[in-house]
């Protein structure tokens, strides 16, 4: 693969396989367990207790009363004594119970430790990034660079406004009442040059080739790559860039503001409509599998057009690569079978501004890294950010992300690769 590789830096996980969420499912299935042998072991009291009254039994105690006492007796310490089968049940029970309590405590602790860490921070952080914008505003009389000064030393200060003004529902209420139109498609092409000539063979070939339609000039690019493995077996993924337009009010422009508050609130857009269209254009069948890429407003929109495809019934979606997403509000809502892997530099405020973190799921892995140059179009940009941060998670060791690959291994040994672009753009 061509590309300077950067040394690896530390990664932060949470969720995935091995997060609280897979930890508490581990604790839950061990409480059925206790369960089903307290259930199973209370029953076979219940049913010895019978022979206390058999018949035939009861007929012996006349020819043998000592010996039929001391029967009932042992068969009732058996059954009912400080160490009975029918004591075992009950113990089973109660470790039933208690672990369930502690998988549900454990998780509750830490679904309260992922809202608050970044809301916490975010406050203590501001005053002294605060300060150090004044510092850069008095030193340079530039409030843009000023405003970079702050966000570079405290991007969880989104969190905290965010959360104080309720951005998002203000977003939702503001996109909402803006007509979204449809999504229109226009086939540009195929693309043979770069990474989009090739099968990925990896995270970074994938960010690589995301970076690469994310350069195009034209707003509402995106790209549906169809890769052929061994044997003829099928696969797509579909590569989905950000926002490139900040005006408001309707226009043309599925990049534009109205998309980003309706997908933070993963509402369907006019932009996910053209990817879908798009993926119809390609060829992908019902029976390929799909992995949808996305960097800041397009890993929002793949997100939800995961959850949409497969409530439809539509595409196989069966993996989804977010870069730079503020994702936090419509991850949880994936479907078990589609898994995630959120791409997260820590000095980027984009993943801040829907004011929540990323829940810990399963099939939710997020994994973080400090990346980027101090600046906010720097600290977001595919090229700049989120490609080496791929380098520094496709080396992590973590058993999250680990996983998380092998299962999306199927990717990246395709024989041969035909890219299909595409411009999407809002009709009404």
């Given at each position: 693969m061509?590309?300077?590789?950067p ?43 019978g ?13 043998d ?6 029967f ?12 009975g089968?029918?004591w075992?049940g ?7 119970v208690?672990?369930?309590l502690?998988a ?16 916490v921070?975010?406050g ?12 850069v505003l ?24 965010v959360?104080?003004?309720?951005i998002p529902?203000?977003?939702?209420t ?6 979204d ?14 990474p989009?000539?090739?099968p ?7 960010l690589?080739?995301?970076g ?10 995106i790209?549906?790559?169809i890769?052929t ?11 989905i860039?950000g ?6 009010l309707?226009t ?6 109205t998309?980003n ?16 269209a ?7 069948r019902?029976?390929d ?11 929002m ?22 870069a ?17 892997l ?18 810990d799921?399963?099939?939710v ?8 140059d101090?600046t ?28 998380f ?24």
């Amino acid at each position: 693969m061509s590309g300077v590789r950067p040394a690896p830096h530390p990664v932060s996980v949470t969720g995935g396989t091995h997060g609280i969420a897979a930890e508490g499912a581990e604790l839950r299935g061990l409480a059925h367990q206790f369960g089903t042998a307290a259930t199973d072991t209370i029953a076979a009291t219940a049913a010895l207790h019978g022979y206390l009254f058999a018949p035939g039994l009861t007929l012996s105690a006349v020819l043998d009363p000592i010996g039929f006492a001391d029967f009932e007796a042992e068969l009732l310490l058996a059954l009912d004594g400080t160490s009975g089968l029918g004591w075992a049940g009950a113990q089973c029970a109660a470790l039933d119970v208690q672990l369930r309590l502690a998988a549900a405590a454990y998780e509750a602790v830490d679904r309260l430790d992922i809202d608050a860490r970044d809301l916490v921070r975010g406050g203590v952080d501001a005053p002294a990034a605060l300060a150090a914008g004044l510092a850069v505003l008095l030193a340079s009389g530039n409030p843009l660079r000023a405003a970079q000064a702050v966000v570079a030393r405290d991007p969880q200060l989104a969190d905290v406004l965010v959360t104080a003004l309720d951005i998002p529902t203000l977003l939702h209420t503001i996109a909402g009442a803006i007509p979204d139109g449809h999504g229109a498609v226009t086939d540009t092409g195929t693309d043979a040059g770069g990474p989009a000539g090739r099968p990925p063979r990896g995270l970074v070939d994938l960010l690589r080739d995301l970076g690469r339609r994310g350069g195009d000039p034209r707003h509402g690019e995106i790209d549906v790559r169809i890769l052929t493995g061994p044997g003829g077996a099928r696969r797509a993924i579909v590569d989905i860039t950000g926002t490139k337009s900040w005006d408001p009010l309707p226009t043309s422009d599925v990049t534009s503001l109205t998309t980003n508050g309706r997908a933070l609130a993963g509402e369907p857009t006019a932009y996910e409509g053209g990817v879908l269209a798009a993926m119809r254009a390609a060829g992908v069948r019902r029976g390929d599998d799909v992995m949808l890429v996305g960097h800041s407003e397009g890993g929002m929109v793949a997100v939800n057009a995961a959850r949409h495809a497969l409530a439809r019934g539509e595409f196989t979606v069966t993996h989804v690569v977010t870069a730079g997403s503020p994702v936090g509000r419509t991850a949880g809502s994936l479907p078990a079978q589609v898994r995630l892997l959120a791409l997260e530099n820590t000095q980027d405020v984009v993943p801040h501004l829907d004011g929540v973190a990323n829940p810990d799921r399963v099939n939710v892995t997020t994994a973080s890294g400090r990346r980027g140059d101090g600046t906010v179009v720097g600290d977001h940009t595919v090229g700049s950010a989120y490609l080496p941060l791929a380098a520094d998670v496709a080396s992590s060791r973590d058993p999250s992300i680990r996983d998380f690959l092998a299962s999306a291994a199927p990717y990246f040994a395709a024989d041969s690769v035909e890219t299909h672009t595409y411009q999407i753009r809002r009709s009404y």
